[in-house]
């Protein structure tokens, strides 16, 4: 049986290497991990000082760096734009999609974009906001999308890849919470859609989430899953946002799949 790591030794064997040596998918893995130990040490309400250790390895790789592992990650020739998956699923379902040029392009607004020239961007269909923590683009906002209002656009469709586990923990419920109020309101025969990537394993691998929880969860939220897709790296999932969000949200962590390789992956949800 394998030994489990965990994020702290991960993150103290990566320390070894020099950081400026990682790349691709080596760097973004890191970068996670620093962000999960600076999470944990943040919520053990650890010294200062190794909060402050950890934020000057996240600063050594940089944002940029780090972003760039993420375009070339999407690059075609690597397979790895994940809106293909979207644009296939979108024009073949007549929910979604409607014939009627009046209809097109839908309002789209991609959160964690770190690129303008991916699939969702260049296939016509949709007319793309994008924002990002931090813009690789002046075709990108820098904005938290926690801080954007309804006010400024709602719309058809959310794009949200790769960017729930990149968020701490006690964030990830908010910003599914600010998705569905950024998307039109909920309407069961041509519903606004959610687009939901994660790494796999956050599904198939965590202690606390599978399919099913994840479903549940988000089905609070408002969203009904139509389409999903794993691959031994990603999930994607597609789903309608076809009733109102609830307001009374709550989900207790439990154990869902028991074993010592498995991660920590959850989705923590409070009761209003
Ligand atoms: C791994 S990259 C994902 C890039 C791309 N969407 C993809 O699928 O490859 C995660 C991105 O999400 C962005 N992000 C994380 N939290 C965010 C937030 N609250 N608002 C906007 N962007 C966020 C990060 O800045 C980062 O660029």
Redesign the pocket.
Known sequence: MRRPVSVKDRVAKQKQAHPKGLKGNKL?RHYHNLLKEKARLTATQAPVQQIQDVEQQLEAIG?DA??KA??N??NSQKG?D?SKILVEWIRADPSFYSKHPNDRPQQML??????VDNKCSTCGLFSVTR????SSHPLIQE????TRSPKQGQFHGI?C???LN??PPN?RAQ?LWKCSQLLLPPNSTHPPWFFL?LPAPCVTNSRYMDGATLHSILHHFGFTLRYSSISKKIAYYLYAYDHPCSTNLSWKKKIVHDGPSRNNFFIPCLSS
């Open positions: 973004i944002i780090y972003q993420s375009q990650g999407q790895g994940s991609e959160i964690g974009s770190v690129s924002i990002d923590l931090h904005q938290d999308v926690l794009s890849s790769l960017v990149f968020a964030l910003i990537v």
